[in-house]
């Protein structure tokens, strides 16, 4: 889809072609290549590349924003560099370093301005670094050779006519994960696992899953694409788990929850529970808050029911991190990354 920049206000939560990508190639006797630029969306990749047959990609979602000031912020870059390369030791594929991260994500910014939302539109860029395995062989064995990407697209805010409600549905018979396996990174198996149950939901009506621990599907674990979290008598509670994403948006609603006074909670959370919370929300970067209005148990039929409309502690975090990242509320906490034009 080619962008028209004069109608920022209709971009959705979708690919949009820009100009240039960054790229960088790894081969075990070269090391990492330098930074290209480059005007293809296309990539060589070989036909036995163990990308397309053994799950060897991964991949970064952040945001960066066009502020009040003029400035431009990427949020939380820092973070999620240490989650990349968490994620490519995982995989055991080369692991790219802080600074060719940070430089690409600043750079394919810096080289795509004329796509950047402007302030007050709603909308922001978004940036999608992906790592893949280019090495061919039918061994399943890591790739030594690899590519590393980070290509961006304006998206439109998540929730167009404002933050709504949605309703999820707990599956307690699928998995995303396994309980020893790779639920705490961010590579594409995650997501090919979760497409089934999400469509699942899908059909019933449901816009997300919340998928319990794969151990004993007896504590909350996180939804398809965002972590989850609740409020109750003045605490934010969230799950703990070594089966979930570490949440950059959760990360910092965890630290404004304690800002503004609340007590925070990282546990299990029995799916039990569910009955007692005063407000629901999944957090993610593409939303930062998704309030729940309902969560429906497939087999055991329950609904618990949360409101129509979003809760007053959720609308106060998600209001509390946006006007950070717009540079509206100082950046006590040093969250911000500005890119120099
Ligand atoms: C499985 C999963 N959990 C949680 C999140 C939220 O993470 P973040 O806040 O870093 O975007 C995402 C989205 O990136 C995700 O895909």
Redesign the pocket.
């Known amino acids: 889809m080619q962008t028209d920049v004069r109608e920022w206000s209709e971009l959705s939560f979708d690919y949009y072609s820009t100009d240039y990508n960054v790229r960088y190639s790894y081969r075990p006797d070269r090391g990492w290549s330098e930074m290209q630029l480059s005007e293809d969306e296309f990539l060589p990749v070989p036909l036995a590349a163990a990308c397309l047959h053994y799950g060897s990609s991964l991949f970064?979602?952040?945001k960066a924003f066009r502020g009040a000031d003029g400035k431009i912020r990427i949020f939380r870059l820092e973070?999620?560099v240490e989650?990349l390369q968490s994620s490519a030791r995982r995989l055991c594929l080369p692991v790219p370093t802080r600074m060719m991260i940070i430089e690409a994500c600043t750079e394919v910014v810096r080289k795509n301005l004329r796509h950047l939302p402007p302030y007050g539109t709603g909308a922001a860029m978004y940036l999608r670094p992906v790592e893949i395995g280019t090495s061919t062989s039918f061994g399943v064995t890591p790739s030594a050779n690899a590519l590393f990407v980070v290509f961006c697209s304006p998206v439109g805010p998540y929730f167009k006519e404002g933050i709504r409600p949605i309703q999820v549905a707990v599956d307690r018979e699928q998995d995303?994960v396994s309980a020893n396996g790779t639920?705490d990174v961010?590579i594409g198996a995650?997501?090919a696992a979760?497409l089934l149950p999400y469509q699942h939901a899908h059909e019933m009506g449901f816009q997300s899953v919340l998928f319990l621990d794969p151990k004993e599907h007896k504590y909350l674990d996180?939804?398809?694409?965002?972590?989850f979290f609740a409020v109750r008598d003045g605490k934010y509670i969230t799950p703990k788990s070594s089966t979930?994403?570490?949440?950059?948006?959760?990360?910092?609603l965890k630290q404004l929850a304690l800002d503004m006074g609340l007590e925070v909670e990282e546990r299990q959370i029995p799916v039990e529970e569910l009955e007692s919370f005063e407000e629901c929300g999944c957090?993610?970067?593409?939303a930062i808050i998704a309030p729940i209005s309902e969560i429906y148990d497939m087999q055991t039929k329950k609904s618990y029911f949360y409101g129509r409309e979003v809760g007053p502690v959720s609308l106060q975090l998600y209001h509390k991190l946006q006007d950070i990242q717009y540079g509206l509320a100082e950046d006590i906490h040093g969250w911000n990354t500005i890119v120099e034009e």
């Open positions: 970064e979602g952040l973070d999620t989650r995303r639920g961010k995650n997501y979760s996180e939804c398809v694409a965002a972590n979930i994403l570490p949440s950059i948006t959760n990360k910092s957090c993610g970067t593409g």
